[in-house]
């Protein structure tokens, strides 16, 4: 499976949500190889979508001559899109979502009814494509923080996507939290594992990731420390 790992997170490699990816590619390649191509967003030059529409009457060419016509060679190259990035303002930072506006090339004006909904119709073809978003934040848990990210990644990927959020993500970038930390990466591991050997996750494992790691009012009060 060719897997594009999209890394929304200003810190590169060193960002907090990007303990989790690795931790689930590793999953997954306990199942079997696959090839893996981490694209850190933030280093790509992707200007703004003006909302011209030009891309989607002339066969998918934007009016911007920059990375992005490349990494959407690499997108219909791909068999798996892995968003990885920390929750920002309750959804994907700016570069992340720069990406995702400029994805419009794939699509005509053209308008088909899809159940209740209206979507456009494709100017490629990438219905082998698999979608998954893993999102990490700072807060103590996962209520009433991530729903906004969730909802826009369900409505952009209606299907074939899996999401997994993860509240008290900073813990995985501090060693002396290895103790909670490093069981959770193994749940997280497992599930890679689970997705490459059968395209989901169990349900339970994943609101067991998605719980806090330690104590809420614990976790606050380490926070409310070093501020």
Do not use: W
């Not at 969730?150 to 970038?173: A, D, K, N, W, Y």
């Not at 939290?177 to 490093?182: E, F, I, L, P, R």
């Amino acid at each position: 499976m060719k897997i594009l790992v999209l890394n929304g997170s200003p810190k590169r490699d060193a960002s907090d949500t990007m303990h989790i990816t690795r931790a689930f590619l590793a999953g997954m390649q306990q199942a079997g190889p696959h090839e893996v191509h981490t694209v850190h967003v933030i280093d790509r030059h992707i200007e703004y979508c003006t909302g011209c529409f030009s891309c989607m009457h002339n066969g998918g060419t934007c009016i911007h001559g920059d990375d992005m016509r490349a990494l959407l060679d690499e997108v219909l190259d791909s068999d798996l899109l892995l968003f990885s990035f920390p929750l920002y303002c309750y959804g994907m930072p700016a570069p992340l979502k720069a990406f995702l506006d400029r994805t419009l090339p794939l699509s005509s004006m053209a308008m088909r009814k899809a159940g209740d909904r209206y979507e456009h119709v494709e100017q490629a073809d990438f219905s082998r494509l698999r979608y998954l978003m893993i999102c990490g934040c700072g807060f103590p848990n996962s209520k009433k923080n991530f729903e906004p990210a969730v909802m826009q990644f369900r409505l952009s990927f209606p299907g074939g996507h899996t999401i997994l959020t993860v509240p008290e993500s900073p813990m995985f970038s501090a060693p002396e939290a290895a103790d909670v930390t490093g069981p959770r990466l193994e749940l997280v591991k497992r599930a890679g594992t689970q997705y490459a050997l059968t395209g989901s996750i169990d349900a339970a494992l994943l609101e067991e990731i998605g719980t806090p790691m330690i104590p809420e009012e614990q976790y606050a009060a380490i926070v409310n420390r070093g501020v």
